[in-house]
């Protein structure tokens, strides 16, 4: 989940200047009540926009010893450069803005949650924010450390304990500002060179003083002093060997520290930091004035860091040797309650050079690793410790001596885990975020007991994180606090800044703890605050104070209570259970808080999927919607090109018998007006009636010649009659009798035939009417499918091109079903035709005789090579044109189907099946078109 410093708003207060200062970020984590947003959410301490919060409340008693501890926490804040691939990537988008030295406005870039939040009217989009100190991207080092860390340096030779520490999204320039880059040396180089310089000639150069815990010194035996010899011998060696054995690479630390890989390196960087960075008066000879006469100093440093919430000795020999297998380190409290780390290693270094080799020795064992922010990230908090012990020269024992501290922590930076993609990382991203927001938690709640202090104090949760605990007593007192809050003005991380600067926003409220406090200490003020509320008895207090006087000088270890007397023991055991009672009522509250905070984080990643997936259903509407397009005029395109190709044939058929009609016309009129020569070789109905009328009529004079013949021979036998034989002559004539009836039977049987001939004259026109018919409801079907075509382009909803087919298709079955009525009339006229000619001449064939279909055998038929009586007995031969035409009913029926479901469209296919099968469906399904297309 991604991670957020607000949480410390979620802390309730009756008080309006919280609720002014955090108005904006409760309304933004989805508070309950949304107030109306001001436009310009205003985040600072010390703005003249928000006179409530303008400065801290702090009810300190006049004459108390908290009066002078009203001094601030500083809080600089620092703004990286971009880089030239940030700027090229349009990360500059103007959201950071420096107002003036102390004022930043941030605005929300369109892309960022907080610009969406603001839209929805649930957070601001401007936000104004004050620091300390701000510091621009062309800010150098020098500048920076002369601005944050000079007068720490100071302040440590003078006794006192500082902290600085880096807070920042990662890849926001932290570890550039403590360590630096190339040769520009970070703030750590630099305040090391400042404090040797400062203590030239005053370095305690013995090794046998210690300084233990915070406040302890031990006198070191000779073997132990040998001990740390060698130690410290062994981390430079160990230094050098590696510098002379990666000579020449870069490694992470040598281009972390400013590039120096050599020590004439560190000496011209120390030399050159030093003249650029440092006053004249902050010199060792100007700058040793301030400190102490006589005394001496012996400079400690250790280093470690906390990664997964373990720690390590960045300066133990082993990791080195055995990386795999660190030692971790644990914490306890010393006598004051202040956290330390046990068995952590201090080093005794004499040079500035010294403990540079010292600390480069230990960045090598630091965790970095490569994230999708930044190549050479921190996975750890690191946390380098300078301790300065100030020895009396007359003084014998460790109480004479004094213990100072510098410590520099560079915290890993804050990110959103889901941007982790590797699990290592997004563990590490979680433990990181968790001890920051630890720290955020702490901070808030010490600044709400600072402003609050009528109100039984809030627990600081220092305990909650290792972080937190070994910080701990620089925020109670032991020391003070400086916070540099780095920022990256990339408009993609927006959102991380502003959670960032929200969070250091809270820390610029805190004021300097007002003393040391042990938990004792803690405890009993507990009990005094009770009662002054007139809860617990006077006399107690003065008990438990003679107590706590006692306490420090007693042997209880880690402030242990129960060494206490036991009526205290009790008393505050009872103040302790109310305690509890109280801390738990607040851990609710906390839990309720951060459980609102997940919900409403949760409810922004849920509108973010549902606004994702809408996306993704838009996109997938119209990738479907185009696929439907897509087949739609592929459909259209196929049916174009079949009834195209339909209509092509149609027109070709036409085109055929409209000639064969003109030209039997043609021929059946010139067949008229002149005798019939050679016939031509074909198969056209005109051409075969013209045939037979001329073959008639050759046979009729044949006949009419015959006819004069046998007159003639009648008449030569009835004039021989005369002069021969009665009875011969009568059969004789008989016979001519007979042949002269068989003349006129001929005679009426051409009669019938011209009658046939005339039917089929006029069977041809009532063709070639149904022909016009059919090429007007063609073309009738023609318009429909153009207007179908026209009805898919303008539309396309499947239903209207349906029903536009299936009118199409109707239209041509009705066309079909004329045809095949006009082909059976035409059969039946012609049955009739030769069943009047059987009727009259019953000599005739039956109708099932078989006509040749060879031109030859027609020609054969025709000539007038064959014989009378042949000829006489021969009946019309069909018409082979006719027949392949309008074959007889049966075979008409049986090829018309074998042809229909050879050249069936997929709409007749469907509806002769429909046709034929019971029930029928009205419309045919585009389930079977889109099979076919
Ligand atoms: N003020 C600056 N001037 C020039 N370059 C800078 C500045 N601050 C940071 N950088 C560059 O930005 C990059 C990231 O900086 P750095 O590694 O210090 O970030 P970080 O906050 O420590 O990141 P992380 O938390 O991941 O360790 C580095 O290349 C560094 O050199």
């Given at each position: ?348 270094v004499r040079s500035a050079e010294e403990a540079w080799k010292i ?45 100072s501290e510098l410590t520099v922590c560079d915290l890993a930076g ?48 220092f305990r909650d994180s290792k972080l937190t605990r070994v910080l ?462």
């Open positions: 989940m991604a991670m957020s410093f607000s949480s410390p708003c979620g802390f309730r207060s009756d008080e309006d200047e919280e609720v002014a200062v955090f108005e904006s970020t409760a309304a933004e984590h989805g508070g309950l009540a949304r107030p109306r947003l001001p436009e310009l959410s205003v985040i600072s301490p010390g703005l003249n926009t928000q006179p409530s919060v303008s400065e801290p409340k702090l009810k300190v008693k006049p004459g108390s010893s908290e009066e002078e501890n009203t001094e601030r926490v500083k809080v600089f804040l620092r703004i990286r450069p971009l880089t030239d691939t940030e700027s090229d990537g349009g990360e500059e988008q103007g959201c950071v803005a420096v107002q003036d030295e102390e004022t930043l406005l941030l605005q929300a870039p369109k892309e960022s949650h907080n610009m969406r939040a603001a839209e929805r009217g649930i957070a601001q989009s401007i936000h104004k924010f004050s620091f300390t100190k701000i510091f621009g991207p062309e800010t150098a080092q020098q500048q920076f450390y002369e601005s944050t860390m000079k007068t720490m340096v100071k302040d440590v030779l003078q006794g006192e304990n500082r902290l600085l520490y880096t807070y920042g999204v990662t890849n926001s320039g932290k570890t550039y500002t403590i360590q630096g880059s190339g040769q520009e040396a970070g703030l750590l180089p630099r305040a090391l060179v400042s404090l040797f310089r400062k203590l030239q000639g005053r370095l305690y150069g013995a090794v046998d003083l210690k300084p233990v815990m915070y406040q302890d010194v031990r006198q070191l035996e000779p073997s132990e002093v040998k001990e740390e010899e060698i130690r410290r011998n062994s981390l430079l060696k160990e230094d050098e060997n590696l510098t002379s054995r990666r000579a020449g690479a870069t490694s992470v630390w040598d281009s972390g520290v400013g590039g120096l890989s050599s020590l004439s390196d560190i000496a011209t960087q120390l030399e050159d930091a030093d003249s650029v960075c440092l006053e004249p008066d902050s010199l060792s000879h100007s700058g040793g004035d301030d400190l102490e006469q006589g005394v001496q100093f012996s400079i400690w440093v250790s280093f470690y860091e906390i990664y997964n919430e373990f720690l390590y000795d960045l300066l133990d020999a082993s990791p080195s040797l055995q990386p795999r297998k660190r030692v971790t380190l644990r914490l306890s409290d010393d006598k004051q309650g202040n956290a330390y780390v046990k068995g952590l290693t201090w080093i005794q600390l480069r020795a230990g960045h090598r064992n630091q965790s970095f690793a490569s994230t999708h922010l930044n190549q050479n990230s921190s996975r750890s908090h690191s946390i380098f410790s300078i301790r300065v012990l100030h020895i009396h020269p007359e003084a014998k024992s460790s109480q004479a001596m004094h213990i804050s990110e959103r885990c889901k941007q982790q993609r590797n699990g290592e990382r997004m563990k590490e991203a979680s433990n990181i975020n968790t001890s920051l927001l630890t720290l955020g938690r702490c901070i808030a709640a010490l600044r709400h007991n600072q402003n609050n202090k009528l109100r039984p104090p809030q627990v600081v949760p701990q007593g620089f925020f109670c007192g032991r020391g003070t606090s400086s916070m540099v809050v780095n920022i990256n003005p990339c408009a993609s991380i927006y959102d991380e800044t502003l959670q960032a600067l929200k969070f250091s926003a809270i820390a610029t409220q805190l004021v300097h703890g007002p003393s040391r406090k042990s938990r004792v200490a803690y405890i009993l003020s507990l009990l005094r605050e009770r009662t002054e509320h007139g809860i617990e008895h006077s006399e107690l207090i003065e008990e438990e104070e003679e107590e706590e006087e006692g306490e420090d000088d007693s042997d209880v270890e880690d402030g242990d209570i129960t060494m206490l007397n036991p009526k205290v023991t009790v008393q505050i055991i009872n103040v302790l259970k109310r305690e509890l009672k109280r801390q738990r009522e607040e851990n609710e509250v906390l839990e309720a808080n951060v459980r609102e905070q997940v919900v409403s984080e949760m409810m922004e990643v849920i509108s973010e999927m549902q606004e994702g997936f809408r996306d993704s259903l838009e996109a997938e509407r119209a990738l479907l919607e185009e696929r439907c397009d897509d087949k739609i005029a592929n459909l259209q395109k196929h049916l174009k090109q079949f009834y195209k190709e339909e209509l092509e044939e149609r027109d070709r058929e036409i085109e055929a018998l409209s000639a064969a009609l003109e030209e039997s016309k043609k021929e059946s009129e010139s067949a008229a007006m002149t005798a019939p020569k050679e016939e031509p070789k074909t198969t056209r109905c005109s051409q075969r009636l013209t045939n037979e009328s001329s073959r008639l009529r050759a046979e009729l004079e044949q006949c009419r010649a015959e006819l004069l013949t046998k007159t003639q021979e009648l008449t030569m036998l009835k004039q021989q009659q005369v002069s021969s034989s009665t009875g011969a002559l009568t059969r004789a004539a008989q016979r001519k009798l007979e042949e002269g009836q068989r003349v006129s039977n001929l005679h009426y049987y051409i009669d019938t035939l011209c009658m046939t001939l005339r039917k089929n004259k006029v069977l041809s026109v009532c063709l070639q009417q149904g022909l016009r018919q059919l090429r007007l409801n063609l073309q009738r079907l023609g318009e429909d499918l153009q207007s179908g075509e026209r009805a898919c382009c303008h539309n396309t909803g499947g239903e209207r091109l349906r029903y536009k087919l299936t009118a199409a298709n109707e239209t041509l079955a009705k066309q079909d079903q004329i045809l095949m009525e006009l082909q059976s009339s035409l059969v039946l006229v012609k049955a009739e035709a030769l069943a009047e000619t059987r009727a009259v001449h019953p000599q005739l064939p039956p109708s099932g005789y078989t006509a040749p279909t060879t031109p030859g055998s027609c020609k054969k038929r025709g000539c007038g090579g064959t014989t009378p009586r042949d000829t006489e007995n021969q009946p019309p031969k069909k018409q082979p044109f006719f027949q392949s035409l309008f074959p007889t009913r049966t075979s008409t029926r049986r090829n018309m189907r074998a042809a229909e479901e050879a050249n069936l469209t997929p709409y007749s296919r469907i509806l002769r099946s429909r046709q034929h099968s019971p029930p029928p469906s009205p419309v045919p399904t585009p389930r079977g078109l889109r099979g076919k297309y």
